[in-house]
């Protein structure tokens, strides 16, 4: 998806993807990570989601990287605490005490100056994108990454030629051609939705969703 896409989508307040509440599963998952208070966490593709204040609250350092700028000063204005502003490498930056988030394209993302991240969130990041282009965003995925660094990642599944994306079907089996060299995969949740089967249905989804989650480990 061109960012024209997805600033046309912000302006338009054309954002159904966004929850008004934490993401259900972030709590009740998360906790497979064993990840310390204090560590670092990437949120690529973050939009305005309420789970980095959860992520936050929880005593994790987190980064959000989002293309629209709407995005990011929406959510600055519904938090409590105050951000600062600055720029590097062509992002604006948007910092807090324990909240930094990027504005710009996340494959330009400079990967020296953020560095030792210790997990990554991906919730409708790689569904978001289309098949040709995700293997682009995998790969900059792992440059960020440490030996250690694990990651939940969230992905739906469908028949993709009943609708058009986003979000897109990633199935299984493409998780683990993206990722499989550099993380053994567990699934940890699997739920038929279909209460967004319904919302999908006008766009030609008639068959099943289904919700997947992964916890990515290291090999
Ligand atoms: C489907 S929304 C998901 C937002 C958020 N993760 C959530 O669950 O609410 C996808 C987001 O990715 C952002 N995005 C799309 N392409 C991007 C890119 N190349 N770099 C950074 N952000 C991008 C869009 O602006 C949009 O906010």
Not at 14 to 38: D, F, I, N, Q, R
Not at 129 to 153: E, F, S
Not at 193 to 204: M, N, P, Y
């Amino acid at each position: 998806m061109e960012i024209s896409y997805w600033q046309s989508r912000w302006k338009k307040d054309k954002t159904g993807w966004h929850m008004e509440v934490v993401y259900p599963k972030l709590p009740e998952l998360w906790p497979s990570l064993s990840l310390p208070a204090g560590s670092r966490v990437l949120v690529p593709f973050c939009g305005k989601s309420l789970d980095m204040k959860w992520l936050a609250e929880q005593g994790y350092q987190v980064i959000g990287v989002d293309a629209v700028n709407k995005a990011l000063v929406e959510f600055t204005s519904a938090f409590s605490e105050s951000f600062t502003k600055s720029s590097s490498h062509g992002f604006d930056i948007y910092t807090s005490n324990n909240i930094e988030l990027w504005q710009g394209d996340f494959l330009k993302l400079p990967a020296s100056k953020v560095q030792h991240i210790d997990a990554i969130y991906d919730k409708a990041a790689l569904v978001a994108i289309p098949q040709t282009q995700r293997k682009d965003y995998a790969q900059k995925i792992m440059t960020l990454c440490n030996p250690d660094t694990r990651m939940l990642l969230q992905t739906f599944e469908y028949e993709q030629e009943e609708m058009s994306g986003p979000p897109f079907s990633v199935p299984e089996a493409e998780v683990k051609s993206l990722y499989g060299t550099q993380f053994n995969l567990e699934l940890v949740h699997e739920q038929s939705k279909f209460d967004e089967l319904a919302k999908f249905q006008q766009r030609g989804l008639s068959s099943y969703l289904i919700e997947k989650v992964y916890l990515l480990n290291p090999v």
